[in-house]
């Protein structure tokens, strides 16, 4: 059995274990659930219990979509350089959601003992930090990585970019961390988070399109 088989196997084993999860509770959840919380991880909005399939729904919809990429990719030969890179990310991605689905689970059944930045902040910033520890290792391709114009059109660039933002995710994961497990910060967590966020998207692209110019220059 070749990787990507195994790797579809556990997907929808995870996918299963989420789905059994939620039938399981959700009969005890109240009709009505928090469905959305402020930036101090306070529940904002509520909605019907029905929406934590949509959500399930999403786990799987993105995974099948992920696993779509191989195949329609322009440039899918490159996967076979990084598959199992490419495979531990559908698991993680999987992993990730079925943990968000068990958060919302928990927070309906106790919408007021639990702070929703205490669950979320952590578990996305981990999820950076195992994208930058993976992130060096992605090869070139059209659908699975940094897609800037200048890192599709360059091998070279492409490379030097994902080395560059793989570090730089993981201290901003670390970051977004840290900010999870302080309670009380007020106005300060949306600005941190900003700039957190805008840091690991901008600076790839603008060290990309440098690079880029620098080796046109040469040449």
């Excluded at 997907?11 to 959305?36: K, N, R």
């Excluded at 669950?119 to 070139?140: E, R």
């Excluded at 670390?174 to 999870?180: E, M, N, R």
Aim: proline letters at 5%; a positive charge; hydrophobic letters at 55%.
């Amino acid at each position: 059995m070749n990787n990507n088989k195994k790797t579809n196997i556990i997907v929808i084993v995870i996918s299963i274990i989420a789905l059994v999860i939620l039938m399981a509770f959700y009969p005890s959840l109240p009709d009505i659930i928090p469905v959305h919380w402020n930036m101090e991880g306070q529940v904002d909005g509520t909605g019907s219990k029905s929406t934590l399939f949509f959500l399930w729904g999403i786990l799987v919809a993105s995974n099948i979509i992920i696993g779509f990429a191989e195949k329609i990719d322009p440039k899918k030969e490159s996967y076979k350089r990084f598959t199992k890179v490419f495979n531990i990310f559908r698991v993680i991605f999987a992993m990730f959601m079925t943990g968000v689905l068990i958060t919302n689970i928990l927070l309906a059944i106790y919408p007021n003992k639990f702070n929703m930045n205490n669950f979320m902040l952590p578990a996305i910033g981990v999820l950076f930090i195992l994208m930058g520890n993976y992130a060096p290792k992605i090869k070139h391709n059209y659908t699975f990585g940094i897609k800037t114009p200048w890192t599709l059109a360059d091998e070279t660039v492409w490379n030097k970019t994902h080395r560059m933002a793989g570090p730089l995710w993981i201290v901003c994961g670390l970051l977004i961390v840290s900010l999870g497990l302080i309670n009380n910060l007020g106005k300060i967590l949306l600005p941190a988070l900003i700039i957190d966020f805008v840091v690991m998207i901008f600076a790839p692209m603008i060290y990309s399109f440098i690079l880029f110019k620098k080796q046109k220059r040469s040449e």
